[in-house]
């Protein structure tokens, strides 16, 4: 029998190919989902207000490949970081190269930018990028191993209202698709700021093990790593964590004025915000700004992060040695997605104006050709041409919510007319098919 090779995430194995008849029928991978046609209402809706969006403001399409070299991402997270000793799937191609799939937009962006000069010493780039990544992860609600990914970034550009634009178009985003978010934000300062904190966060935590009984195993914790002992949720270290020094008191005066710039820039977008000085970012290359976007609890669901994003200049030193103003925001679509049904928001109007319906060959073939002149001529039209029964078109039409049925059958078709038939009161008029169009334009209040 000859062996099939297949790749997990570490190296390779060799599954024996099944026979027979007995095999078990092809599922849906774990952590994966098909978006049947009754979803894409809701991605259409969700897609559509994200490259509007990008469009207003000026950004850039760019797309990079699904697949890297792993060496990408080993030195953008550092390879014994949890996304590419946990999460990230790679493999080995028949070549011997070590190939992943990108496990988040920004480190392929990066490397896009630099590999097609799209920026220099005077011109910035504004980016938008939209598509799947992949890691391998505990499935959770509104979490995929394959997940998409909308992503906004300003590269080369310094300035505090890059950072600010940026959070704005997130929160238009989702205020236009009537989603409730709360905008999160702090500034984490420059490398020194950094350390300068640390060093005053461990002497804080120093201080509370001589003056406070403290459990031995968190103990460790406190001088190990400092940040983790902040963000955890112990209930032993509540009151501890609340009085911890803030970031924001460590920053520099460039920091500091920078900060304060993009505050002022939010107060001027009308964008409501709320600083939170626990939040660090989702990656360690990330300085200055940090900022997500936390949908509200619902019920029994937590809080739930929708976005999220921040000035991510180290990446650039990281992978290239080269300094590099960016800033940018990433929002998963399916937790999006996810929240406007559980919502069960009103999602789209009607997807057409006018729906033409047919009864029997010839008159189908006169409405095929009256199908395309409605549509060249700028009218949102459907079609039942699949349908022979009335009743089903009608029916159709109603599920459509289309204003007007035109119905064209074979009594029509010898008289020269159609009927227009007003969905919303069932009244109905005949009319000369030659002058459709004016009809159509009265009716509508197109002309």
């Not at 207003?56 to 390879?79: H, N, Q, V």
Request: hydrophobic content about 40%.
């Amino acid at each position: 029998m000859t062996p099939r090779t297949t790749f997990n995430r570490r190296k390779p194995v060799a599954v024996p190919l099944r026979t027979g008849r007995h095999t078990e029928p092809p599922v849906r991978l774990k952590g994966t989902k098909d978006l049947i046609p009754d979803e894409w209402r809701y991605w259409r809706l969700v897609i559509d207000k994200a490259l509007q969006l990008a469009k207003i403001y000026d950004f850039d399409r760019l797309e990079t490949p699904l697949i890297e070299s792993l060496g990408l991402f080993e030195k953008a997270f550092g390879k014994q970081s949890d996304i590419v000793t946990k999460q990230l799937y790679w493999f080995l191609d028949r070549e011997g190269d070590k190939i992943a799939l990108r496990p988040q937009i920004k480190p392929s962006l990066a490397r896009a930018v630099m590999e097609h000069t799209l920026v220099d010493e005077i011109k910035f780039a504004k980016l938008c990028s939209l598509g799947p990544v992949f890691r391998y992860d505990r499935v959770q609600s509104g979490c995929y191993r394959q997940h998409t990914q909308w992503s906004l970034d300003v590269i080369n550009n310094p300035s505090p209202i890059a950072d600010a634009l940026i959070i704005m178009i997130g929160y238009n985003f989702f205020k236009e698709l009537q989603l409730e978010v709360r905008v999160d934000f702090n500034s984490l300062g420059d490398a020194e700021c950094r350390a300068t904190y640390l060093a005053k966060l461990t002497e804080y935590y120093k201080e509370q093990i001589r003056k406070t009984k403290i459990p031995a195993e968190l103990k460790k914790q406190f001088i190990k790593n400092p940040i983790t002992t902040l963000l955890s949720t112990d209930e032993r270290l509540k009151e501890i964590n609340e009085d911890a020094p803030a970031i924001v008191d460590c920053l520099s005066e460039e920091a500091k004025n920078h900060f304060f710039t993009i505050i002022e820039h939010l107060d001027a977008f009308a964008v409501p915000y709320n600083l939170n000085s626990k939040l660090f970012g989702s990656a360690d290359y990330y300085s200055r700004t940090v900022f997500q976007f936390v949908a509200p609890e619902e019920g029994e669901r937590k809080e739930t992060v929708l976005g999220s994003g921040g000035r991510y200049d180290m990446l650039f030193d990281r992978l290239f040695n080269k300094p590099m103003s960016a800033v940018g925001l990433t929002i998963g679509l399916e937790r999006t997605v996810s929240r406007i049904r559980n919502l069960d928001l009103p999602v789209e109007g009607p997807s057409a104006d006018l729906y033409i319906a047919q009864l029997g060959d010839q008159p189908r073939q006169k409405a095929l050709a009256m199908f395309e002149e409605l549509r060249k001529a700028g009218f949102r039209v459907s079609q039942g041409f699949l349908h022979n029964a009335l009743k089903h078109q009608l029916e159709e039409a109603q599920k459509m919510n289309v204003r007007y049925t035109l119905i064209l059958g074979q009594k029509e078709l010898m008289d020269g007319t159609i009927i227009i038939r007003d969905m919303e009161s069932g009244a109905q008029e005949v009319v000369d098919a030659k002058k459709i169009i004016h009809e159509i334009e009265k009716r509508l209040g197109t002309k």
